[in-house]
């Protein structure tokens, strides 16, 4: 249970290193108290050279914001496509679309 216990501080852990020294001074004391201790969080892979260049917090946000960023930019890219693309390749790609926005229910 206790190893548990210091595996989920662990685990969250990042969340509130370095930015908020008395959560991550009482973390490290509960870790303690239940016969361990809280190592130094790391960063994935792919953000971890951000961190090492500029910094926890720029390497935090890189974390944190850069997969919503990139989620974004692809959602605005294919609806830009979408305004692009003529309307009657629109209605050949789709027919089904096109015709039940045609069809009326009957009954």
Not at 1 to 28: D, G, H, S
Not at 48 to 77: C, M, T, V, Y
Request: proline share 7%; with cysteine.
């Amino acid at each position: 249970m206790r190893q548990a216990c210091i595996k989920y501080l662990q685990r969250w852990f990042v969340f509130f290193y370095p930015e908020r020294p008395q959560i991550v001074e009482q973390a490290k004391q509960l870790a303690s108290e239940l016969g361990g201790r809280l190592e130094t969080p790391t960063l994935p892979w792919k953000y971890a050279w951000i961190q090492k260049l500029f910094g926890w917090e720029l390497g935090k946000r890189a974390w944190f914001n850069l997969p919503k960023l990139r989620s974004e930019l692809s959602r605005r890219w294919d609806k830009t496509l979408f305004h692009l693309e003529p309307r009657s390749l629109r209605a050949l790609a789709s027919p089904i679309v096109a015709n039940a926005s045609t069809e009326r229910p009957t009954g």
